[in-house]
């Protein structure tokens, strides 16, 4: 009996849990010189707090476009996307995007100083003393404690993509937003700045939503992934990846997983190429 009550006060709580983010059947487009594109049609998930929530397809999926919408860059068409259950309208401090380019940071200004400016400009800090101590707090969050006083230039790509993430997460924002923020750096840089990245989830369990095109840096940085088709991008499947980490890569269910995606994303090509095949007989 009491095994009974514990189960039903279980799915209360997790009936509980609201999700920060909902996006429900969004479709986004765009215009170019000559065509509109639709980036997306009727794409639905949910984001819950602490999730590292993956947004995974091929090139041309609108997973991109997806992250543009939740920052408030994009107005769908169709659907609607809420934060905390209001509507997004606009950019906001609620929502900081990490990029994969290296020059997202301002040139000008040291590490530090680059981290304050977003903290006094976006409104998060009045007092340029607390802006300097909430920087410092994560600037030795991301290792980089001997750099605070770098520019730029100075640093490598590894180290400026850890000072935007330092920065984001000095903004602490509801969702903390990350297009391909390692697709531009060397395999074994990449390999170790998303195990810096799990290890600050861990410390803090911030909420965040991540692009990639990569299946196995999903599986690997990934609670919850949303797999997309391409042209325009649909959810195919979404799929628990909490139990798997860089010590998961060699095992049986990292394979199967990585596999079982792998057919998904690629079914649809397969399926074209046999039409455009027996079209030609």
């Known amino acids: 009996m009491n095994g009974g009550s514990s189960a039903v ?19 986004l487009q765009y215009k170019t010189k000559e065509h509109l594109i639709t980036a997306t049609y009727r794409v639905d998930f949910k984001v819950y707090p602490a999730d590292r929530f993956v947004l995974l397809g091929p090139s041309g999926c609108g997973k991109s476009t997806l992250l543009k919408g939740v920052a408030g860059y994009m107005t769908p068409v169709e659907g609607a996307m809420t934060l905390k259950g209001k509507v997004i309208k606009e950019p906001g401090p609620d929502r900081v ?7 997202q940071l301002l040139p000008w200004k040291t590490v530090k100083q680059n981290i304050t400016f977003a903290l006094t400009n976006g409104g998060k800090c009045a007092k340029q003393s607390e802006a300097e101590d909430i920087a410092m707090h994560y600037i030795n969050k991301v290792k980089l404690d001997r750099f605070e006083d770098t520019y730029p230039h ?4 590894g180290m400026k993509q850890r000072v935007a993430i330092a920065r984001g997460m000095a903004m602490e924002p509801d969702v903390l937003l990350m297009d391909e923020p390692f ?6 840089t990449r390999l170790q700045m998303q195990e810096e990245l ?9 909420t965040v939503l991540f692009v990639t095109h990569s299946i196995e840096e999903a599986l690997i940085v990934g609670s919850r992934i949303l797999v997309l ?5 649909q959810v195919k499947a979404e ?17 199967e997983l990585k596999a079982k995606i792998h057919n998904m994303l690629f079914a649809d090509r397969i399926l074209e190429d046999d039409l455009e095949g027996k079209g030609q007989q």
Do not use: C, K, R, Y
């Not at 006060?9 to 479709?27: K, Q, R």
């Not at 995007?97 to 020059?103: C, G, I, K, L, N």
């Not at 100075?154 to 790509?157: E, F, N, V, Y």
């Open 239 to 255: 799929l628990n990846a909490h139990q798997l980490s860089h010590e998961s890569v060699g095992d049986p269910a990292f394979g």
């Open 198 to 206: 799990l290890q600050l989830w861990e410390d803090t369990h911030f």
């Open 97 to 103: 995007m990490v990029f994969q380019e290296f020059d």
């Open 183 to 188: 697709a531009a750096l060397d395999a074994l």
């Open 154 to 157: 100075m640093l490598s790509g």
């Open 9 to 27: 006060a279980d799915n209360t709580a997790a009936a509980a849990v609201e999700p920060i983010l909902d996006v429900d059947g969004v479709t």
């Open 229 to 233: 088709s391409p042209h325009p991008g």
